[in-house]
T-cell receptor, first 116, second 115 residues
Framework: EAGVTQFPSHSVIEKGQTVTLRCDPISGHDNLYWYRRVMGKEIKFLLHFVKESKQDESGMPNNRFLAERTGGTYSTLKVQPAELEDSGVYFC??????????????FGEGSWLTVV | AQTVTQSQPEMSVQEAETVTLSCTYDTSENNYYLFWYKQPPSRQMILVIRQEAYKQQNATENRFSVNFQKAAKSFSLKISDSQLGDTAMYFCAFFEGGGADGLTFGKGTHLIIQP
């Protein structure tokens, strides 16, 4: 069974450009999460999808970030325009259920974003 | 807001030794979950062990065990008979159902197992 896959694995863009990160969750997982780790800081929750609906987007830093999950399968996270402080690792995770009892969240390897 | 603190940015031990990674957290809730995740170099982050706060018994998974001290809000991870493959970043994480949908993570501890 394929795990959570993320693309691209690494991206270097200039300040002001746009970058789109993609996440393919494990097949059948309705719950999809985006997290971000800025260098030297904690991994921070960005948002949570249940199928195609945004369940919680309280962690999205500002309106330069747009996440979508059309059709409830893969998700994209677009940063437009990118700023220097957006550099970091963007993790995607998925799970069958949201509640933690008896449930496991699976993470992808992350997409490294460097804004120069 | 919940916070998770990992006070050891990096640790290094010899293969076969036992190592303990520390984690403290802050919450006013009584029901929550605690986790240790491991991220090897260039690999996915995987769940090592979990603990439900309502369970008094410390969780154990093979060579990995936790020391959960609820009153002290401490959740340390013990790795026995450490192996080279244990080299990784270890993240302590917290979740309680009444807050945001995501996990709250610590900054991580980089554990290096020396041959």
């Amino acid at each position: 069974e394929a795990g959570v896959t993320q693309f691209p694995s690494h991206s270097v863009i200039e300040k002001g450009q746009t970058v789109t990160l993609r996440c393919d969750p494990i097949s059948g997982h309705d719950n999809l999460y985006w997290y971000r780790r800025v260098m030297g800081k904690e991994i921070k929750f960005l948002l949570h999808f249940v199928k195609e609906s945004k369940q919680d987007e309280s962690g999205m830093p500002n309106n330069r970030f747009l996440a979508e999950r059309t059709g409830g399968t893969y998700s994209t996270l677009k940063v437009q325009p990118a700023e220097l402080e957006d550099s970091g690792v963007y993790f995607c995770a998925s799970s069958q259920r949201h509640r933690f009892s008896g449930n496991t969240i699976y993470f992808g390897e992350g997409s490294w974003l460097t804004v120069v | 807001a919940q916070t998770v603190t990992q006070s050891q940015p990096e640790m290094s031990v010899q293969e076969a030794e036992t190592v303990t990674l520390s984690c403290t957290y802050d919450t006013s809730e009584n029901n929550y979950y605690l986790f240790w995740y491991k991220q090897p170099p260039s690999r996915q982050m995987i769940l090592v062990i979990r603990q439900e706060a309502y369970k008094q018994q410390n969780a154990t998974e093979n060579r990995f065990s936790v020391n959960f001290q609820k009153a002290a809000k401490s959740f340390s991870l013990k790795i026995s008979d450490s192996q080279l493959g244990d080299t990784a970043m270890y993240f302590c994480a917290f979740f309680e159902g009444g807050g945001a949908d995501g996990l709250t993570f610590g900054k991580g501890t980089h554990l290096i197992i020396q041959p």
